[in-house]
């Protein structure tokens, strides 16, 4: 296992994929970042706090993630490596875990450095800091466990494409799935028990204001626990609300994140198993 890791973290050290992807998030941010500066310029009451640029930039990683991990370890399939390791005598959970630790911790140092910028810039250019360190610590371990879910299940699906074009199609297509998923669930939760007051301006010029209502919409017991629980589980469903600094049910974000990495990685070391590999 030792070997592998080695190996693994030298190709990633040298692999053209990785590093595109890691100057394209830095781009993406710093255009994120240039965009908040330049509202934040033009208005006088226009605010934004360097934690909230600390998780606006969270929704990148669902795109870099199953792209760079398609990447880096369809190469694997395409150049006969993961043949290569068999015949060494390698076990097939070894290379499995071996490559998660590896994509995982690329994905993590991507979100890591963006994350870090994205702060230092806050702090430099909008504001100074309003969480205590504490607390925005935690946060940032909930972000970083929610992307190792992220790669987790990119792997599964990379895994089991041998074809590298393939794989890249489909671990993106699974990530974006996700993600419209969870923003509907987002939406559902979002309605309120009531309805918000409104007011009517007759054309006598008289107003009216009308008392709030209970909401149809609202979704209210066993269903709203369902579909939290859903929600907190995928790691999509807590980076849509963590993005917008947001962490209602953050206590159980580390425990389900770690679950559901620890479940697909089951499944996909167990078809990994029972691949046969040209």
Same mark, same amino acid.
């Given at each position: ?10 190709? *990633?050290? !040298?692999? +053209?994929?990785?590093? @595109? ?5 830095? =781009?993406?941010? $710093? ?105 925005? *610590?935690? !946060?940032? +371990?909930?972000?970083? @466990? ?5 790669? =987790?299940?990119? $792997? ?123």
């Amino acid at each position: 296992m030792r070997k592998l890791l080695s190996a693994d973290f030298m190709r *990633l050290r !040298k692999s +053209l994929a990785f590093w @595109l992807i890691f100057a394209a998030c830095i =781009a993406i941010s $710093l255009a994120s970042f240039y965009d908040v500066y330049d509202m934040y310029t033009r208005s006088d009451t226009y605010s934004c706090t360097p934690e909230e640029m600390v998780f606006n930039i969270l929704p990148m990683m669902v795109f870099a993630c199953p792209m760079l991990i398609s990447l880096f370890q369809g190469t694997e399939y395409s150049d006969g490596t993961v043949r290569n390791k068999l015949v060494c005598g390698h076990r097939r959970a070894e290379i499995y875990f071996s490559a998660l630790i590896v994509c995982s911790a690329a994905s993590l140092f991507i979100l890591a450095v963006n994350q870090a910028l994205m702060y230092v810039l806050g702090i430099l250019f909008l504001n100074s800091p309003q969480m205590p360190a504490g607390e925005l *610590l935690v !946060k940032v +371990l909930c972000c970083l @466990l929610a992307t190792v879910s992220v790669s =987790a299940t990119c $792997l599964t699906v990379t895994m089991s494409i041998q074809k590298k074009s393939i794989g890249v199609v489909l671990a993106t297509a699974v990530m974006i799935l996700s993600l419209l998923a969870c923003s509907w669930l987002d939406s559902q939760l979002r309605e309120g028990e009531t309805t918000a007051v409104a007011m009517i301006v007759h054309e006598d010029g008289t107003m009216e204001w009308l008392e709030p209502e209970p909401n149809p919409l609202y979704i209210s017991g066993t269903q709203r626990q369902v579909m939290e629980f859903a929600q907190d589980l995928l790691p999509t469903g807590q980076i849509i609300p963590a993005s917008n600094n947001e962490f209602a049910r953050m206590e159980r974000w580390p425990a389900l994140s770690l679950a559901f990495a620890a479940a697909v990685s089951a499944v996909g070391v167990t078809i990994f198993k029972k691949k046969d590999i040209k």
